[in-house]
């Protein structure tokens, strides 16, 4: 058979073909080529200062560091799998970078997790100020958001803090039966005694060890007495051990309500990642970013589930570690208390910041009903508020609540001894002690303050312009980059992770920049 009319273009393995330099092969426009450039311009001295010299010969930080970054950019965040694209020549861009070394999976994993905190921080830092000094990046709007991203641990073994309170409490009771009774056999013997209260403070595994040894003494003297050899043995094989699994576990929570027995320092978390989208708990860190024109301005990763609490910390640490101040912080509602406005006031800047009822107050509804609070008519004279059927509600008590930063709330109480035969009673309250209402004033200046700023036209485009700013950057991570699930385990490592995913974000969006 004859095939006179097919041709094929010449293919020989075999054959050397020009170029001989890698770099010729690489895009001009690819991110490798960013990532090269940015890092280049680094000054070594912010590398070398995490390097205490001696011992044999190691890879060049700056390489180390090019591979991981780029590594990132694709969607590789295995070491191995980064070691096998270098062994393997796989990757073209990763060769070039590495300038055809090759590191093992130890040795990157060893760079990532040892040399990495602070070396990342500065890094981010430093490819901050490039992008600020090139137009890329700026300061004056700062859009913050959190997201919570999976821990590497087990889903199904954690420590549940009221489970293990609960736990301890039940211990403590047998414990104190049982020193009770042995303690009371000693009150025959015309030896007093511990009082209620001396039972009740040995109840920690410190003091239980040292009860256990006073029997023990005891047991010398009294060698036959199975009742008190048979309390010991309980109290030291299962007493003991249990107090002090018990008060390691609290340790470990903290304030928190939870952790992963795999990654002690993850929280579980509920998230919205399953199918189903009714959310599930997890292990996870929450972590939060700010951004401007889709670059990450700054990143802190936290182990608490909420938003509120997370803020001043991280505008404190942008602020220690990256240098970052903005004038505007634009974030939604779930940052919206006083603490956080009353310490963006004292910082000097603009709080674009909804409350929690923000929305609902802007509806015709909430407007027209008589019995919401701020509808009512207040008399300053008589520190009194007016109710829709003009009935007086007088100041009862006042409270005090003081935060983990020092800031200190004050909510003052009103009440109505007038509800008796209203006509209104049934629609403005279920309470039989009749109506009664909290007002913290300070926190409704602020928030006055806030609902002016946000209805300027400013304060309506930066709002706006949140979603599509810091929401773009978690679309990025999860959807398109595929970043779900840390690899690594423990705060500190995870906070390496988020620091470079970011830089590969930033580097990134300047790629992209470059090419258009």
């Not at 239980?208 to 199975?226: A, D, F, G, M």
Request: proline share 3%.
């Amino acid at each position: 058979m004859k095939h006179d009319h097919i041709s094929f273009l010449e293919y020989n393995i075999n054959q050397l073909m020009l170029p001989m330099d890698i770099s010729e092969l690489i895009p001009q426009h690819s991110v490798a080529r960013v990532v090269n450039e940015m890092i280049e311009r680094i000054p070594d001295n912010h590398f070398l200062r995490y390097y205490p010299g001696g011992g044999r010969s190691s890879y060049h930080p700056k390489m180390m560091t090019k591979i991981l970054v780029y590594a990132y950019t694709q969607k590789i965040y295995s070491g191995r799998e980064i070691a096998r694209q270098l062994e393997e020549n796989i990757s073209l861009p990763l060769l070039w970078l590495s300038a055809f070394q090759k590191p093992d999976f130890r040795t990157i994993n060893r760079f990532r997790s040892e040399r990495g905190k602070g070396l990342v921080e500065e890094l981010f830092k430093q490819v901050l100020m490039l992008l600020v000094e090139e137009g890329h990046v700026h300061l004056d709007d700062y859009f913050v958001d959190g997201t919570k991203i999976e821990a590497n641990a087990n889903r199904y073994t954690f420590v549940w803090k009221k489970s293990t309170e609960n736990y301890k409490k039940k211990l403590e009771t047998k414990v104190d039966q049982l020193i009770q009774h042995i303690d009371g056999i000693v009150a025959k013997e015309e030896i007093e005694p511990p009082s209620k209260e001396e039972t009740k403070s040995l109840i920690t595994s410190e003091k239980i060890e040292k009860k256990v040894q006073e029997w023990e003494k005891r047991l010398e003297q009294e060698p036959k007495n199975k009742e008190l050899k048979k309390a010991v043995k309980k109290m030291k094989t299962d007493f003991l051990p249990r107090s002090a699994k018990y008060e390691k576990q609290l340790a470990t929570c903290g304030e928190r309500n939870s952790y992963s027995k795999t990654d002690p320092d993850a929280t579980f978390m509920r998230m919205k990642e399953d199918h189903m989208k009714n959310g599930q708990l997890k292990p996870g860190y929450n972590v939060q970013m700010a951004s401007n024109d889709q670059f990450i301005l700054a990143y802190t990763v936290h182990q608490r589930p909420g938003d509120t609490r997370c803020l001043i910390s991280h505008l404190q640490e942008a602020k220690e570690k990256f240098g970052v101040k903005a004038k505007n912080v634009i974030a939604d509602a779930g940052y919206g208390s006083e603490e956080n406005y009353a310490y963006l006031e004292e910082q000097g800047q603009e709080a674009y910041v909804k409350y929690g009822m923000y929305e609902k107050e802007q509806t015709r509804s909430f407007k027209k009903n008589p019995h919401h609070q701020s509808n009512w008519v207040y008399d300053e004279e008589k520190d009194v508020f007016l109710c829709a059927a003009g009935k007086e509600l007088s100041f009862v008590s006042e409270k005090r609540q003081r935060t983990e930063f020092g800031y200190e709330s004050t909510t003052r109480i009103y009440q109505c001894r007038e509800c008796e035969g209203c006509p209104f009673r049934s629609t403005c309250t279920t309470s039989k002690h009749g109506r009664s209402t909290q007002v913290n004033t300070t926190y409704q200046q602020y928030k006055k303050k806030v609902q002016e700023r946000l209805w300027t036209d400013e304060g309506k485009q930066l709002y706006a312009k949140r979603k599509v700013d810091i929401e773009s950057v978690f679309g990025q991570f999860k959807g398109n980059r595929s970043f779900r699930r840390f690899s690594l385990r423990g705060l500190a490592k995870v906070s390496i992770e988020i620091g470079l995913i970011s830089i590969a974000h930033n580097l990134l969006k300047k790629a992209a920049r470059g090419a258009a």
